[in-house]
Nanobody, 118 residues
């Protein structure tokens, strides 16, 4: 059973920063997977925030977070990160880690809450 575990969420004031981490459990090699961060705002649909290729050479971002969020990965540590800066109240959401392997297997983390409020 593959496990993706997110951490780093919490309450932050507008303009603040947070770094989310997504760690893969034993037996799962992150280097075989493209990964992404999604989020589900309160009362809204889940949306793609950012994604990164297996090597880390290619990244894509939602327009709403471009210039403020950075996705990165450390395959040696089996971990993917989402650095979030200049946070806004509309960034409030549950953030999910997602991985898809080269063989088509898809995996989700349990989510971590990010709340941006003064």
């Amino acid at each position: 059973q593959v496990q993706l575990v997110e951490s780093g969420g919490g309450l932050v004031q507008p303009g603040g920063s947070l770094r989310l981490s997504c760690a893969a459990g034993s037996g799962f090699t992150f280097s075989t997977s493209a990964t992404a961060w999604y989020r589900r705002p309160p009362g809204d649909e889940r949306e793609l925030v950012a994604r990164i290729s297996r090597s880390g050479a290619t990244t894509n971002y939602a327009d709403s977070v471009k210039g403020r969020f950075t996705i990165s990965r450390d395959n040696a540590k089996n971990t993917v990160y989402l650095q979030m800066t200049s946070l806004k109240p509309e960034d409030t959401a549950v953030y999910y880690c997602y991985a898809i392997t080269v063989w088509g297997g898809e995996y989700w983390g349990q989510g971590t809450q990010v709340t941006v409020s003064s």
